[in-house]
């Protein structure tokens, strides 16, 4: 492979056609512009900024885990050292951060410090394959997301995602005025075939026309909410080549990248690493690496698309959480560097979830009939999509599968395991009037007969127990 130096790797394509209606309208804050001002010998009296000596903390002390040295496996946890992170009010030398800057007001792109270590870990792990590409710090993928949507939709508009897909993103889409477009999955995720026929015919369908023919694709390529599938890497190429052909914008929602399963071969290359035009947008969160609770992430996009992000983030958040931003510095720059950081989720994080998926599994496996309920191994992510053979019912025809489906998840209750169901993510229209949140009364869609379950959270021997109930559940669901 031929190694190229950033600068002679293209710019990204002039993607301005692409900018929506409400992002076009964004100007840049005039009141932000004056803090690249201050520097050096500037006093200002311009910024209303709060001052320091107001502020009632003193220091931020956090104990966290050491970054892994070696080759400890999380089951240890016990044996983990410790060390303490800590942030003082003013400037010190040897401290990446201060209180005094990182709780004031801030530039939308993030604390510069957390900022730099999040592109140089793309640079390392993704190594864009374009030159003006860059990172801004976000409130998650979930603030992302609705950012990206701002940048490049307006209502009236559709958009590709996978057929089984993420509800938050369809309970954000939706209020929009914003039509999903769903495309077939398999185990491997979203089908090129399917993706290519939708946008090679459209216009076949009366509401489809030369303006509205969709220009922005929602992918989750990594271990995909629901199904777990991850796409290989001819198939992201595929993925990339259509975009390429069609011209699309892809919003790659990637928090489950770093919880691949095997990466003998090395980790599974992101699309934004084979994206030679900047048409890919990359979501990173803290939330699965770290925590949820950080409230911390990172975009990665072509420079035109993140000025107009800054200014919606200028304008709505203004920055994420001084507090999490200051300890994931301290964290992640002074203590654990970008070495520690990738062997912690190597090492721990991947770890820790391949072995919860292979315990429920190896438990599913040994409880359920599998030939009511099977599922694809996942190879990454944090979820198990179980299909369910409703055809293999004695009722089946007489009532509908969403009435079948509805008995078994009631079942499910009545045996004291939950599961999601299936219809939550249904990219079909939900029917309107119904009242979503009685769970045990309502099913819809007919095809979504599946059951989602997580190796995430419940401890193994909780696993074991919710796997028997369900191998009881199904086998009740099935005699009726
Ligand atoms: C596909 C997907 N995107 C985004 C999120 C939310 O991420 P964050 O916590 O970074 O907002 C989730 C969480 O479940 C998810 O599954």
Not at 36 to 45: A, C, Q, R
Not at 86 to 114: I, N, R
Not at 383 to 400: A, N
Request: net charge negative.
């Amino acid at each position: 492979m031929v190694v190229q130096s950033v600068s002679e790797l293209p710019l990204a394509k002039d993607f301005s056609s692409f900018i929506s209606v409400e992002a076009s309208a964004r100007k840049k804050s005039p009141l932000k512009s004056l803090l690249v001002f201050m520097k050096g010998n500037m006093i200002s009296l311009g910024g209303g900024l709060p001052h320091p000596s107001t502020f009632p903390f003193t220091e931020l002390s956090s104990v966290v885990k050491s970054a892994p040295a070696g080759t400890t496996a999380l089951k240890d946890t016990k044996k983990e050292n410790i060390e303490t992170v800590s942030v003082p009010l003013d400037p010190t030398d040897g401290k990446v951060e201060s209180l005094a800057a990182s709780l004031q007001y801030g530039g939308g792109l993030g604390m510069p410090s957390l900022r730099n270590f999040c592109k140089t870990h793309i640079e390392s792990m993704h190594k864009p394959q374009y030159q003006d590409w860059e990172v801004i710090m976000t409130c998650g993928n979930t603030d992302s997301f609705t950012k990206a949507l701002a940048l490049l939709l307006n209502r009236g508009d559709y958009i590709l995602i996978e057929k089984w897909a993420y509800p938050t993103a369809m309970e954000t889409i939706e209020p929009l005025g914003i039509t999903a477009v769903p495309i077939p999955v398999d185990g491997e995720g979203i089908c090129p075939k399917a993706l290519r026929q939708t946008l090679d015919n459209w216009g076949s369908e009366p509401h489809q026309t030369p303006e509205n023919k969709p220009r922005v694709a929602y992918l989750v390529p990594t271990g995909q909410n629901p199904t777990g599938a991850t796409m290989g890497l001819q198939r992201r190429r595929d993925i990339m080549a259509i975009a390429q052909q069609h011209n699309l914008i892809i919003i790659e929602d990637d928090p489950y990248y770093y919880l691949q399963f095997s990466i003998d071969d090395g980790w599974m290359p992101s699309l934004l690493s084979l994206d030679t035009d900047g048409r890919v947008i990359r979501l990173d969160s803290f939330s699965k690496t770290l925590a949820p609770g950080c409230r911390v992430g990172y975009a990665t996009m072509n420079k035109q698309f993140r000025e107009y992000f800054q200014f919606h983030t200028e304008v709505t958040v203004q920055q994420p959480s001084g507090f999490s931003q200051a300890v994931l510095a301290e964290m992640l720059v002074g203590h654990w560097g970008q070495e520690g950081y990738t062997r912690y989720l190597t090492e721990r994080v991947r770890i820790e979830y391949l072995n919860r998926s292979k315990f429920l599994q190896s438990c599913l496996r040994k409880y359920v009939n599998s030939e009511l309920i099977s599922f694809v191994e996942p190879s990454a992510g944090m979820f198990i999509w179980l299909k369910v053979h409703v055809e293999k019912h004695p009722r089946h025809g007489q009532v509908t599968d969403s009435a079948l489906m509805l008995e078994l998840f009631n079942a499910c209750i009545a045996e004291d395991v939950l599961l999601t169901p299936g219809w939550q993510f249904s990219t079909k229209p939900k029917p309107q009037n119904a009242d979503l949140s009685k769970v045990q009364e309502f099913w819809f869609d007919d095809e979504a007969t599946f059951l989602r379950a997580t190796f995430a959270y419940a401890d193994f021997p909780q696993m074991e127990k919710a796997a028997q109930s369900l191998g009881v559940a199904v086998t009740k669901a099935f005699a009726a």
